[in-house]
Nanobody, 126 residues
Framework: QVQLVESGGGSVQAGGSLGLSCAAS??????????MGWYRQAPGKEREAVAA???????SYADSVKGRFTISQDNANNTLYLQMNNLKPEDTAVYYC??????????????????WGQGTQVTVSS
């Protein structure tokens, strides 16, 4: 059974930084494809894609976080990271980790990931 467990959320003032981690267990890439990503959902808003990374390291970001957030992965340990710098109040949301064996091109737009974490709260105060 695949499990994704996020950690690293918390509260920070605007302009500060936080780092999120997502540890995947029971999940291995059997082919040279695969996608892991971060999504977020703020109260009263729809879930939105934040960043994604293919198995080969190709990354993509939402326009709202470009230049501030960095997604990375440790393939050997199936761990996904999201470094968030210069945080803004509008970044406040529950952040979810997602994973799938298909490439990002096929899963990111529709959030069609097969596996999701339980979410971790990020709160940015002004």
């Amino acid at each position: 059974q695949v499990q994704l467990v996020e950690s690293g959320g918390g509260s920070v003032q605007a302009g500060g930084s936080l780092g999120l981690s997502c540890a995947a267990s029971g999940y291995t890439y059997s082919i040279p494809y695969g996608c892991m990503g971060w999504y977020r959902q703020a109260p009263g808003k729809e879930r939105e894609a934040v960043a994604a990374i293919d198995r080969d390291g190709t990354t993509s970001y939402a326009d709202s976080v470009k230049g501030r957030f960095t997604i990375s992965q440790d393939n050997a340990n199936n761990t996904l990271y999201l470094q968030m710098n210069n945080l803004k109040p509008e970044d406040t949301a529950v952040y979810y980790c997602a994973a799938d064996q298909l490439p990002c091109l096929l899963v990111v737009a529709g959030a069609d990931f097969g596996y999701w974490g339980q979410g971790t709260q990020v709160t940015v105060s002004s």
